[in-house]
């Protein structure tokens, strides 16, 4: 059976259910495109991961992420999260700024997409024993894994 009429069945419908308008300037309709114009980018997925994983929720927390992302993209892909509803910008009293971010439960929901990437890279990319043994971890019981991780997240939302 292939998967490709799921795109092309898309074709001429405007409005995709669950919020998600199609704009004119999306690619395509298809569903992994219209959900790769919203976070499939480099930048974007290691947000979600830091947000997700590491627990950072500042813009400064985000700068100091490994990978160096420029305070430019940075705030393009914050204003692009909140804007298609994956993160939602809180108050805090913690920060100088005096806001933070924090995933909605839409955002929440990347997260079997997340452990699915680390599952893969374990297969496919050179990592470290440390990352294979907590990859492991995920593996050995990815249910109670996401279950876990969207229940403390989700407490944010609440």
């Known amino acids: 059976m292939a998967l490709y009429p799921v795109c092309v ?11 998600l308008t199609v704009k004119p300037n ?3 309709r298809c569903p992994i495109n219209l959900s790769l114009e919203i976070w499939g980018d480099k ?39 909140t804007e ?12 100088r700024s005096g806001s ?3 995933l909605t439960r839409k955002g929440i929901g990347l997260l079997p997409v997340m452990a699915e990437i680390y599952i893969w890279s374990d297969a496919h990319l050179d990592l470290s024993d ?10 050995d019981d990815k249910a109670a ?4 991780v969207a229940e403390t997240l989700s407490k944010e939302c609440d």
């Open 26 to 28: 999306n690619r395509s």
């Open 130 to 139: 440390d990352l294979r043994n907590r990859i492991q971890e995920i593996k």
């Open 145 to 148: 894994f996401i279950t876990a």
């Open 84 to 95: 298609n509803g994956i993160i939602e910008q809180t108050n805090s009293t913690q920060t």
């Open 9 to 19: 069945a898309y074709r001429g419908h405007p409005r995709l259910g669950k919020g």
């Open 43 to 81: 930048w974007t997925l290691l947000i979600i991961r830091d947000m997700m994983f590491l627990e950072k929720r500042t813009y400064g927390e985000f700068l100091k992420s490994d990978e160096g992302i420029s305070t430019n993209i940075l705030a393009d892909r914050l204003k692009m999260l």
């Open 100 to 102: 933070a971010y924090r």
